[in-house]
T-cell receptor
Framework: NAGVTQTPKFRVLKTGQSMTLLCAQD?????MYWYRQDPGMGLRLIHY???????AKGEVPDGYNVSRLKKQNFLLGLESAAPSQTSVYFC??????????FGDGTRLSIL | DAKTTQPNSMESNEEEPVHLPCNHS???????IHWYRQLPSQGPEYVIH???SNVNNRMASLAIAEDRKSSTLILHRATLRDAAVYYC???????????FGAGTILRVKS
């Protein structure tokens, strides 16, 4: 049972490039989330999804897009990367009234 | 979302109990108190949660004040592996979002 798996684990981008971060969960959870964590700070919610085909904005959604075409996958896209998006990105999933399970994170640097 | 207040950092000796406080004076009747921790270079992991009564599990205990305006996470015997950032979070009973503050950095000395 892998839990929440994030791909890739590390990535370096140049300003203006685009990329997609993939999150996969094998626990049949309805809800999935993308957070970012900057040094010395807690996690901040970017976007989340309460079910296949649905997404919603979190606290810091600007510059990001998401898609949930399959229940087990949640994709986070950066269309035109900016240095301010250098961060560690965490994906999580859960179901109603259950704890969230987190992946190990993707470390993204934008030069 | 209701806010929580935690000390920036705490220090403990190995094998001794640790009491991590959290204030949540604006908590509503439908808010659950959740604790997560984040070990270095890892994602957060769930520790414990409760509503009104004290709770125990294999990782920790949660003591909730009678007026629910504060709570304490208790690690009964701290180990070096317990060194982490501990987050106290309020979560709506049927809500899904977690709002993370800066948390408490716990350092454990051998």
């Amino acid at each position: 049972n892998a839990g929440v798996t994030q791909t890739p684990k590390f990535r370096v981008l140049k300003t203006g490039q685009s990329m997609t971060l993939l999150c996969a969960q094998d626990m049949n959870h309805e809800y999935m989330y993308w957070y970012r964590q900057d040094p010395g700070m807690g996690l901040r919610l970017i976007h989340y999804s309460v079910g296949e085909g649905t997404t919603a904005k979190g606290e810091v959604p600007d510059g990001y897009n998401v898609s949930r075409l399959k229940k087990q996958n949640f994709l986070l896209g950066l269309e035109s990367a900016a240095p301010s998006q250098t961060s560690v990105y965490f994906c999580a999933s859960d179901t109603v009234n259950q704890p969230q399970h987190f992946g190990d994170g993707t470390r993204l640097s934008i030069l | 979302d209701a806010k929580t207040t935690q000390p920036n950092s705490m220090e403990s000796n190995e094998e001794e109990p640790v009491h991590l406080p959290c204030n949540h004076s604006t908590i509503s009747g439908t808010d659950y108190i959740h604790w997560y921790r984040q070990l270095p270079s890892q994602g957060p992991e769930y520790v414990i949660h409760g509503l009104t009564s004290n709770v125990n599990n294999r990782m920790a205990s949660l003591a909730i004040a009678e007026d629910r305006k504060s709570s304490t996470l208790i690690l009964h015997r701290a180990t070096l592996r317990d060194a982490a950032v501990y987050y106290c979070i309020l979560r709506l009973r049927y809500g899904n979002k977690l709002v993370f503050g800066a948390g408490t950095i716990l350092r454990v000395k051998s």
